[in-house]
């Protein structure tokens, strides 16, 4: 390299490091930096202190560190910004070899290493305590001895720090093995050593020096985890783990898989579709180059990084988008090489622009990163400080969904004897989990619960909650370079004995519509079940019936085995909606919550029950009537909606109190429309919207008089998704408003 090549590589490595010191974790976050954590202390590969294959020359580097810095978090995001920076150095070092003896353009390897760091997946992935930043440095540093060996021993020099790679980072292997071959290849070919004899030799020393390197951390790393049979049954099982429960394109070979995880290797590294679009025409633009004008270099890069992306595709988890690290460097390399290849400097300026800018906006996302603890650590200490200001005689129930009772294990391990006591701990059925509550509480539990929610999971719909949880969640918008993460964002829900709670076969939400059809239950499928509070005074009920499919079909319903009310649901597609007064001693009986059961025949009718609450007359309660469709749910996102038509109506009892109406949403195929509020015949409130909204209407109590009222949404804007001819559709619903957010409080 030349001096100023030089110069301009140790600079972007010292400001890298520079820009990241300030900014270390405030908490360990994944399982994995966990159980690196947990190594530090006490290092056992069969007990996932880490876990296998043990990562021993990162652990050792770990170790050393903590001799002189107390936390393992901040040891941990050392390690990996320290890697970070000797990785700018080994970029610029790297794209310098590629470019070959006479490059056309000096600094373009200076200018591919600052993309390549600048991305968001590199750039956050640097202050993060895990291995991933470290392994890559470690590859690098191979490739670059590699490439540069120019006689024998040099070049089993390079095996060796090829084979201490793998000890950092397994991937490693990828990165450094085919390459490794690749020249050995190339100096057999273009030396004169006698063909046979010679070849022997040199591939003898490539692989002695590869075993040597491999057995100075293998030989330790067994012994150190009770020998071959121990740590191969570790290992077994976390391969065994690893193709268990895991989406990948092995498991999973369909054209969505494989959208999914060439998404993850080119997109999500930088975190914007715009911006990964660019970079991605440029690199194209500079493989086209590479094949027209340099083709050893396309085939070094080839072997460097081919055989890490077939396996990333392939073998490794699409949501983890850690994973594709190392391909942010090809990547970066053939943008430079694309931009370069224009006369003017004006793609080159660009590029640099464009890093400059992902600098600031990563810069400040990890400000927010490091601000605060992680989500499950933050919850840990929430309820540890909870549970010290409750008596000791007043223990709470823990439960959780199915994933994080699985990804909170190691967060609570590490906690150790600061986590507080529970007076039970429920189990965690997959897609069932609520149905434990119920259990609970049916068994005469009455302890407040303590449930920790996925938050995409809506299947708590099912019980009715006093008051809303405690959101855990990330403070920065750059979802995809953290893609993966595990345990992630998370709700608490701290419950009391609720005003009501249902059994199976409810369809409230669509996940809890698809496991009541997954199980076979429903209003005509054995009843729909249910347990209300004994309310000592007159009772409103609202109850949503759907009829999918097929004839007329006549609803029960019952508490305590007495019938209460009878109804006929239209033909299908239909809908009713069913707000009913119980008089007072309709739920009297003995114990805390009498029984529901609601029926349909004929037996088998395609019926399902959307829509279900229960409250003493004095509070108010509401159910969407005419003119709503029926819940969606997008899980990419996690979030739930119901479209309106171009009028629907909120059926509502006000009990003789002022409302307040709140609005949140979106609105398709147009970018404004009028919304008109209407209640007793009069217009309460009129408002011009955007493509987004949040609207507010207080609704006078006079107008919602009586045991039931009505509110009208009108919209002026609607569609019909079968009459746009842009995308295909057979749906004629009439969609208005897309709201995500409804809420009917007492105005004061």
């Not at 810095?69 to 000797?86: N, R």
């Not at 370069?340 to 992902?358: E, I, M």
């Not at 002022?658 to 408002?687: C, D, F, N, W, Y």
């Amino acid at each position: 390299m030349t001096p100023t090549l030089r110069l301009g590589a140790g600079l972007l490595a010292v400001a890298f490091a520079a820009l990241h010191v300030p900014f270390l974790p405030a908490s360990l976050e994944d399982l994995d930096s966990i159980n690196f954590a947990m190594g530090m202390r006490d290092f056992d590969v069969a007990r996932h202190q880490p876990h296998p294959p043990g990562y021993p020359v990162f652990m050792l580097a770990a170790t050393l560190l903590h001799a002189v810095v107390p936390s393992e978090t901040h040891v941990l995001a050392l390690l990996a910004i320290l890697a970070g920076a000797a990785a700018a150095l080994a970029l610029v070092a790297l794209f310098r070899v590629l470019d070959g003896p006479d490059p056309p353009a000096p600094m373009q390897p200076l200018v591919a290493a600052l993309v390549a760091v600048a991305s968001p997946l590199f750039w956050i992935t640097a202050a993060r305590p895990l291995s991933d930043l470290f392994g890559l440095a470690a590859a690098l540093a191979a490739q670059v001895m590699i490439l540069s060996a120019r006689d024998t021993r040099s070049l089993v020099a390079a095996s060796a720090c090829a084979a201490l790679a793998a000890g950092v980072r397994s991937q490693a292997v990828w990165l450094t093995v085919p390459l490794l071959a690749l020249a050995l290849g190339r100096r057999v070919l273009t030396s004169r050593l006698a063909l046979v004899p010679g070849s022997i030799r040199l591939a003898a020393g490539v692989g002695v020096g590869y075993l040597a390197g491999a057995l100075a951390w293998l030989v330790p790393l067994v012994m150190l985890s009770g020998g071959p049979a121990a740590y191969g049954q570790a290992l077994v099982q976390q391969g065994a783990d690893d193709f268990t429960g895991v989406v990948m394109l092995w498991t999973m070979p369909t054209l969505r898989q494989l959208a999914r995880v060439l998404q993850a290797a080119f997109i999500s590294p930088w975190a914007s579709a715009p911006i990964a679009v660019f970079v991605l025409a440029l690199a194209a633009i500079g493989f086209g180059r590479l094949v027209r004008g340099a083709r050893p270099a396309l085939v070094t890069l080839a072997a460097a990084f081919g055989p890490y992306l077939m396996f990333d595709l392939v073998f490794q988890e699409s949501a983890t988008t850690r994973y594709a690290l190392p391909l942010v460097v090809p990547v970066a390399y053939a943008a430079a090489q694309g931009a370069s290849a224009f006369r003017s400097t004006v793609l080159v300026a660009a590029l640099v622009a464009l890093s400059a800018f992902n600098v600031f906006n990563n810069t400040v996302e990890l400000s927010g990163y490091s601000s605060m603890k992680a989500p499950a650590f933050r919850l840990l200490e929430d309820m540890a400080f909870s549970a010290s200001s409750r008596a000791p005689t007043s223990l709470p129930v823990l439960a959780m969904h199915r994933r994080h009772d699985l990804d909170l294990r190691r967060p609570i391990a590490w906690a150790g004897d600061r986590m507080p006591m529970f007076g039970a701990r429920l189990p965690s059925p997959p897609k069932h989990e609520w149905l434990e509550l119920v259990k609970y509480w049916n068994g005469g539990g009455r302890a407040r619960v303590w449930f920790v929610a996925d938050p995409p999971r809506s299947d708590l719909a099912l019980v009715r909650r006093q008051r809303p949880p405690a959101r855990y969640r990330w403070p920065f918008s750059l979802p995809y370079a953290m893609g993966g993460i595990r345990p992630s964002e998370m709700d608490w829900h701290a419950i009391d004995p609720p005003d009501w709670y249902l059994g199976e076969g409810w369809a409230l939400t669509p996940e809890t519509a698809g496991v009541a059809r997954e199980d076979g239950r429903g209003p005509s499928q054995g009843g729909s079940g249910g347990w209300l509070r004994r309310w000592p005074v007159r009772t409103t009920m609202v109850v949503g019936f759907r009829n999918l499919a097929g004839p007329p079909a006549r609803a029960r319903v019952a508490v305590d085995g007495r019938i209460i009310d009878e109804l006929t649901i239209g033909p299908g597609p239909g809908r009713l909606l069913r707000l009913r007064m119980l008089p007072t001693g309709d739920l009297s009986g003995a114990g805390d919550y009498a029984e529901l059961m609601i029926t349909v025949e004929p037996p088998g009718a395609d019926v399902a029950i959307t829509q279900f609450d229960a409250q003493p007359s004095s509070r108010l309660l509401f159910g969407y009537g005419e003119g709503w469709h029926e819940h969606e749910y997008d899980p990419e996102r996690g979030r739930l909606w119901r479209w309106t038509s171009e009028r629907a109506t909120l059926r509502v009892h006000a009990a003789g109190r002022a409302v307040k109406l709140r609005l949140e949403g979106e609105i398709e195929e147009a970018s404004t429309s009028h919304v008109t509020i209407r209640a007793g015949g009069r217009v309460v409130s009129e408002h011009d919207i955007g493509e987004t909204f949040s609207i507010e209407a207080t609704v006078p109590a006079e107008l919602l008089a009586g045991d039931e009222a009505s509110i009208t949404i009108e919209t002026s804007e609607w569609y019909i998704p079968a009459e746009r001819w842009l995308r295909r559709s057979t749906d004629q619903r009439h969609l208005g408003l897309k709201v995500f957010s409804c809420v009917l409080a007492p105005a004061s």
